[in-house]
């Protein structure tokens, strides 16, 4: 009785065995084809294309080309609607939209060189000069939105001051017990544009000169006259900040 | 005829005295009538300087009101700004040169 059990035991676990077996040679299989393509995703730094295989290397260079007219595209069309809602003076936006037309035609000269390649080195030099002559990612777009950032700044802060006469009015015919506050918050707020003047002037003067050209040529400099533009750019928008808050304030107690 | 001397000099002086009389009450009236006029004159203008300094107080508080709400959504607007700028900053390893 004991020996008949044991063997259905047995004949158990073979039964379950080539099913727990072949689920598993599954599993490992499934796992094997996930992890490569999960390392691959992660660690990919550029597609390949056989040594001599032009058309690759064009069909390669032209995705990179179009990713780059694409986001510039993007940048345009943001640049249109802050003009077209008068936050972006003509000129303002006329400027940006400028360099980003240069950047765009030169892609597009670029790209055509690229499809009449015949040889894979020249087609690979062209492909190189996508990312190391325009720089679209690592200085055109950050230029121009930082352009952008400053030019609102600016606006703002001219707007604000516009207003200096009138708040000084509305100070004027407040009620006495309300005056000293105001007045308080009246010369933070005047501080703090003239503040926020100084910081957007050295922005605006500073900005030109963040190109390619100058990322080639000096990586250093071009960091430090960055740093700076990048400072100015945040301390302005601080400042403003705190103006608004001292506007706020000023509002709120003259209702 | 002594007599009827003294009474034609008598009306003359009750004639003098009632013309007098007379032109005393009119300046009085005058003088009563002007400070009365200038006193109404005095309030109207009062009034009015009154009214127009509360309209003008009215609209300055209003006028900061609007500026501040146009700033505020200035505001909201740079703030995009520097998050447009953020978000290129970190995609600038796009232009780390891939070359098939």
Redesign the interface.
Known sequence: MKQRSKISITGNIRRWLFPLGLLSTLGLMALSMLVPSTAFASST?????AATDVQ??ID??NQ?IA?RESSLAKLSS?VVA?ANKN?LHSDQAAAIQSDITTNESALSSLKTKLDAETNATAA?ED??NI??EF?????V??RD??Q??VD??E??KD??KD?ES??Q??IK??PISKQAQLNSLFNDYVNQLAAAETQIDTALTNLPALTPAYYDSNPTSYASTLKTVSSS??AA?TD??NA?RD??E??KL?? | MKSIQSTSRFRQWHLIVFVIVVLTVMLVLAACGTATGSSTTHVVTSQQTQTSFNTGTQASNSQVSSLDRRVQSALKLLDNAQQNVNNANANANQDNPQVP
């Open positions: 730094t550029s597609p390949t294309c690759c290397v390669i260079g990179y990713q943001n802050l936050e690979r492909v190189r990312f190391l720089r679209i990612y690592l200085v777009i950050p939105l930082r952008v950032h609102l700044e606006n703002l707007a604000m207003m009138t708040l009015a509305a015919a407040a750019e945040l928008h403003l900040h608004a506007l706020h000023m509002a003259l209702k």
